[in-house]
Nanobody
Framework: QVQLVESGGGSVRAGDSLRLSCRPS????????VGWFRQAPGGEREWVAR????????YYGDSVKGRFTISRDNAKNTAYLEMNSLRPEDTAVYFC?????????????????WGQGTQVTVSS
């Protein structure tokens, strides 16, 4: 069973930056893509970004495009979500998720493995 371990959440002010990390418990040859989702209190799980592990092709949700950057480091077996110009509406629990096969980018059910989530709080 693949486990995804997230880190890097915290409380910041609007305009600040944070970097989230996601490390699968096994080598990433077993997964083809890593994505980030977020869920605000009372809200639905929202897709944020996804990166294809083999070639680094990245996709972003409209609400974060131009502010967030997803990347991966093959040597460290880790994916990252660099979040800049944070806004109060970015406040949520952020989840890392992985796909064994390439599937729909934006749907949570297309991701087989999930992390436990890390809280990001942005104050105005």
């Amino acid at each position: 069973q693949v486990q995804l371990v997230e880190s890097g959440g915290g409380s910041v002010r609007a305009g600040d930056s944070l970097r989230l990390s996601c490390r699968p418990s096994i080598r990433t040859s077993s997964i083809v893509a890593v994505g980030w989702f977020r869920q605000a209190p009372g809200g639905e799980r929202e897709w944020v970004a996804r990166i294809r592990w083999t070639d680094g092709t990245a996709y972003y949700g409209d609400s974060v495009k131009g502010r967030f950057t997803i990347s991966r480091d093959n040597a460290k077996n880790t994916a990252y979500l660099e979040m800049n110009s944070l806004r109060p509406e970015d406040t949520a629990v952020y989840f890392c998720a992985a796909q064994r096969t390439l599937g729909t980018i934006t749907l949570a059910r297309a991701y087989e493995y999930w992390g436990q989530g890390t809280q990001v709080t942005v104050s105005s």
